[in-house]
């Protein structure tokens, strides 16, 4: 018989977490837990992550109903729903604005990967969606191509939603995907981002497979093992441009003269040192 207060409580420290951590601002974000078949707990509206109570947290359907709960449901659970509904296996789905991530969210940029171990291990790719007004259904049907295949993506402008077995292991992946996008931005930031070799990361995908956390996704669709190569290439390397020169002048050699660009110069140095020597 599962203990709905402690969830309850659960649902609230990790609501705490992710205020502490400046992954929800104000009344942002919302969590939830799968119960039953038909029955999930989740945060209410307009309510700050850091203050959440166990007696705060609602009860819906997996249609969105309200079935319990003093406080109106988050108007986002809808998102969550689609997710419990593509895999029975899931119980925890935590939703928020962690500022790294969500700062690729708003730049549109592919989150690279083959760079930190324990993120290839863990995370592999991470997906990001089509951007569509939060709290809808059409934002909740964003998510569809990417759970089965993921654990955290990248809401276009706007954040990131993760799930797991338990309400742990689904803010993990949140917090350790900031985690890499802040080091990302502040390797960036220093000058290059270098990346580990492809052998390499076959070596902690096979790692990954052993710890039993399942094939990557990488492997399953032969798909490319290193995702935006481009990210923060250095200013030594020629394929961002930033090396090559495009014209003398900034490549600092002496730009190329006429003939008579030529003479008239030698012509015009001559006319000042003759004029020079007769004073
Ligand atoms: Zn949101």
Redesign the pocket.
């Known amino acids: 018989m599962i203990n709905e207060f402690k969830i309850k409580q659960e649902i609230c420290e990790i609501g705490h977490r992710i205020y502490a951590k400046g992954f ?1 601002a104000a009344n ?3 969590i939830s837990y799968r119960i039953s078949d038909n029955e999930v707990l989740c945060t209410p509206t307009q309510m700050s992550k850091g203050l959440l109570k166990p007696d705060d947290i609602c009860k819906v359907d997996m249609t969105g109903r309200q079935i319990a709960g003093r406080r109106k449901r988050t108007s ?1 659970v809808l998102l969550h729903l689609e997710i419990y509904k593509l895999d029975p296996s899931l119980k925890a789905v935590v ?3 962690p500022p790294h991530a969500t700062a690729f969210a708003v730049a549109g940029e592919p989150i690279p990967t083959c760079i930190l171990p324990e993120v290839e291990v863990f995370l592999g790719p991470i997906p990001q969606t089509t951007y569509e007004t ?1 709290g809808g259904e059409a934002f909740a049907q964003t998510i569809k191509p990417h759970v089965k295949s993921a654990k955290v993506v990248v ?1 276009r402008n ?2 990131t ?1 993760s799930w797991g077995d338990t309400l742990e292991h689904a803010y993990w992946w949140t917090e350790i995907l900031d985690a890499y996008c802040r080091i990302l931005l502040l390797a960036k930031q220093i000058g290059r981002v270098d990346r580990i070799a492809v052998p390499k990361v076959e070596e902690l995908l096979d790692l990954k497979e052993k710890f039993g956390m399942g094939v990557d996704p990488r492997r399953l669709e032969s798909a490319d093992m290193c995702v935006n190569t481009e990210f923060g290439r250095g200013f030594a390397d020629s394929s961002c441009g930033c090396g090559k020169s495009d014209g003398a002048a900034a490549s600092g050699e002496a730009p190329a003269l006429s003939e008579e660009e030529i003479e008239r110069i030698v012509q015009e140095i001559t006319d000042r040192i003759m004029a020079a020597g007769s004073k």
């Open positions: 929800a942002d974000g919302n986002e939703h928020c604005h939060p809401l706007h954040g939603v």
